[in-house]
């Protein structure tokens, strides 16, 4: 009975040192070295305890802190992007990370401010096997978590310097003083003459201060390698980005430069004066006199000519929905005027939002078309949804196009007869046949024959019957699948 009494005691004694040094699970900084088993394994060994007096409890999983992904808190001056997938590194040794020249002028200030290019090639790996979490861009940083060899995930930020009222000023004139530079922007383009406006905007070697929760006191070290590498992915897609982390949002700015195009405008209407009237005596007015003949009319211009800058006002209307009006009427008084005919009185109500909607710059719904689409999508009693897919079929080929994705047909035989035949020469599997459709036996690449003779790819889930037109209508059924994702699998 002495001899239980005292392991009671000591077993309670233990329990009550565990509790006492015992590290909160929700604590933020670098992991231990030690791992949870060895660490219970080293104080059992303490103790003294075998499995018969006591055993062991099951070493803790570690706490991975929660994604740094709230879009919910998103705003002009905060964007959260998710995670980018792994992508593949075959034959990518030596070849450029971003696909653009603003991205890859990011990565060169990257590498050539670094000090020890195998740090490079180790967050090259990791921002290509999406290691990288979701990334958080607002004014002068970025800030994601990086998974490396451990189980919890590092915090890491990389800082840049903001610009400064006069850099803004600077970069808003030379953007606003050529309508090309606005229309790229908003196509999600970086002139290379705007960024040359003797403006910042791209960082150099050392302008990047990249920060981390490891202890590798690299500059940088992998972690923060990968976040700015898979940045440069980020300023492919939209250089929008580039322009928050110098500290101004998209909507700002496109607001800012609406205000000074329009200022600009009526400074140069009110700058012109008015021409003097030519005088003429009364006399010479109303004698007796026979009138020429009327001149020939003037050749219609090559081009219609750019409509005016529309500034944003308080509860107005959108200046760039106006501006895409005006620009689409313009365009089609000058058809009507070159060729007498108006092809687009020829469309029905739901063809024309579709066209109008395919005319705004960009692809997909974005944050600048949402209202466009809902406005247009109400008016011919669609949902945004159906009219986000029409505008991919019109942009794929036209009414043409849209007549493929929303008329199935029985064609003759002949031409769709004999495209079955090719597609098995050329390697590929038998296509299901049905209508005027060839569906891949797997379900994920379809081909439609349009009525103008030409063959439209499709792409799906596989599983799901959710077609999206995709690629260039070719005459071959072989050529229409040419770009698509594997379509020749077995």
């Not at 699948?481 to 020749?488: E, I, V």
């Amino acid at each position: 009975m002495r001899n239980e009494s005292s392991v009671a005691r000591a077993r309670e004694l233990r329990e009550l040192l565990a509790g006492a040094f015992r590290m909160p699970t929700g604590a933020d900084g670098p992991e231990e070295e030690t791992s949870p088993g060895r660490s219970e394994t080293a104080r059992t060994e303490a103790h003294g305890d075998t499995a018969a007096d006591h055993a062991a409890p099951a070493p803790a999983p570690p706490h991975l802190p929660r994604s740094m992904a709230a879009p919910d808190r998103d705003g002009d001056l905060r964007r959260t992007f998710p995670a980018f997938p792994a992508r593949s590194t075959e034959g990518a040794a030596g070849a450029a990370f971003a696909e653009t020249w603003w991205g890859n002028a990011w990565v060169s200030a990257l590498e050539e401010g670094a000090l020890d290019a195998k740090r490079l090639v180790r967050g090259r790996a990791y921002a290509e096997q999406g290691n990288v979490d979701a990334i958080t861009v607002t004014p002068g940083l970025v800030l994601a978590y990086v998974r490396g060899s451990r189980p919890r995930p590092y915090r890491v930020q990389v800082r840049l310097r903001t610009l400064d009222d006069a850099d803004w000023e600077r970069f808003l004139d030379a953007a606003a003083e050529r309508p090309g530079h606005i229309a790229a922007l908003l196509d999600k383009e970086m002139p290379q003459s705007l960024a040359a406006c003797g403006v910042p905007l791209l960082p150099g070697p050392r302008d990047l201060d990249p920060r981390c929760s490891c202890p590798d006191s690299g500059h940088p070290c992998k972690h923060a390698a990968a976040l700015c590498y898979q940045t440069a992915r980020l300023l492919d897609e939209d250089p929008f980005v580039l322009l928050l982390l110098r500290g101004r949002g998209e909507r700002e700015l496109l607001d800012a430069l609406s205000r000074l195009s329009a200022a600009r405008t009526a400074r140069a209407a009110q700058e012109r004066e008015p021409e003097p009237l030519p005088g003429v005596r009364a006399s010479h007015a109303l004698a007796p006199r026979e009138l020429p003949p009327l001149p020939q009319p003037l050749p219609p211009p090559p081009h219609p000519e750019q409509p005016p800058v529309y500034p944003a006002a308080p509860g107005g209307p959108d200046p760039f929905a106006l501006d895409q009006l005006a620009t689409d009427a313009a365009a089609r008084a000058h058809a009507l005027l070159a060729t007498g005919r108006d092809p687009v009185g020829e469309l029905t109500l739901w063809q024309d939002a579709v066209r109008l909607a395919a005319a705004r710059p960009g692809s997909g719904l974005t944050a600048g078309s949402r209202a466009l689409y809902a406005s247009l999508a109400s008016a011919a009693g669609r949902t945004p949804a159906e009219l986000a897919r029409a505008v991919a079929a019109w942009r794929q080929g036209g009414p043409a196009g849209l007549a493929v994705l929303e008329e199935p047909w029985d064609p003759p035989a002949g031409r769709f007869d004999r495209a079955r035949p090719l597609l098995v020469a050329a390697d590929l599997p038998a296509f299901r046949p049905w209508r005027n459709h060839l569906t891949h036996p797997r379900g994920h690449v379809q081909l439609r024959l349009g009525r103008d003779g030409l063959w439209y790819a499709y792409e799906s889930e596989p599983g799901h019957e959710d077609w999206w037109p995709r690629g260039t209508p070719d005459l071959d059924p072989v050529g229409a699948l040419t770009g698509l994702g594997g379509p020749g699998e077995p």
